[in-house]
T-cell receptor, first 117, second 113 residues
Framework: GNSVTQMEGPVTLSEEAFLTINCTYT??????LFWYVQYPGEGLQLLLK?????DKGSNKGFEATYRKETTSFHLEKGSVQVSDSAVYFC????????????????FGKGTKLTVNP | KAGVTQTPRYLIKTRGQQVTLSCSPI?????VSWYQQTPGQGLQFLFE???????NKGNFPGRFSGRQFSNSRSEMNVSTLELGDSALYLC????????????FGDGTRLSIL
């Protein structure tokens, strides 16, 4: 079945440092890929998405490129801020292979990021 | 545009009881999915409803059930609660037309004593 593997962390960085969170996936079809972020006490917020190979998703300074050849979707940000401290989840959805076109998300375990001033 | 609303935010129950959680999706969204989040197992898919029909189901016992109403609002029910059911239950809605981003509510924190 489909699965997502991401570096579990925790990751601790200083403000303005470069961030990379690795994510690789296993899928038999052509999934869409997502990054979600979860702040303490809240649900998940969609950060960015990519729906096909070589697509680059971007939002709020974060970027990730859908690499089919390496089955990866690594999250990057050039200069992190204290406000970026949260848990980040990589996820995939492949409605083409599920009965009725289900949009079930398969998540990685999450990576906790702490940014110090 | 109002987001996904889950009620209640917090619940405390005892073993053996049952509980019903509610989710109101974003207006116009026809798909509602439920996930269980725990520190040990992470985020696990419970089930998905689309136009009042269960479209997919995760690997959870039959004590977990759900339904969707004609206005797309959804409820999930857990019967005969066990200590291991303590978790954050998240609801997400989407348009439901294929690989669309899901939008999450803030969840219901269920604690079993």
């Amino acid at each position: 079945g489909n699965s997502v593997t991401q570096m579990e962390g925790p990751v601790t960085l200083s403000e303005e440092a470069f961030l990379t969170i690795n994510c690789t996936y296993t899928a038999t079809g052509y999934p869409s890929l997502f990054w979600y972020v979860q702040y303490p006490g809240e649900g998940l917020q969609l950060l960015l998405k990519a729906t096909k190979a070589d697509d680059k998703g971007s939002n709020k300074g974060f970027e990730a490129t859908y690499r089919k050849e390496t089955t990866s979707f690594h999250l990057e940000k050039g200069s992190v801020q204290v406000s970026d401290s949260a848990v980040y989840f990589c996820a995939l959805s492949d409605s083409s292979l599920t009965q009725g076109g289900s949009e079930k998300l398969v998540f990685g375990k999450g990576t906790k990021l702490t940014v110090n001033p | 545009k109002a987001g996904v609303t889950q009620t209640p935010r917090y619940l405390i129950k005892t073993r053996g009881q049952q509980v019903t959680l509610s989710c109101s999706p974003i207006s116009g969204h026809r798909s509602v999915s439920w996930y269980q989040q725990t520190p040990g197992q992470g985020l696990q898919f419970l089930f998905e409803y689309f136009s009042e029909t269960q479209r997919n189901k995760g690997n959870f016992p039959g004590r977990f059930s759900g339904r969707q109403f004609s206005n797309s609002r959804s409820e999930m029910n857990v019967s005969t609660l066990e200590l291991g059911d303590s978790a954050l239950y998240l609801c997400a809605s989407s348009l439901g037309i294929g690989n669309q981003p899901q939008h999450f509510g803030d969840g219901t924190r269920l604690s079993i004593l």
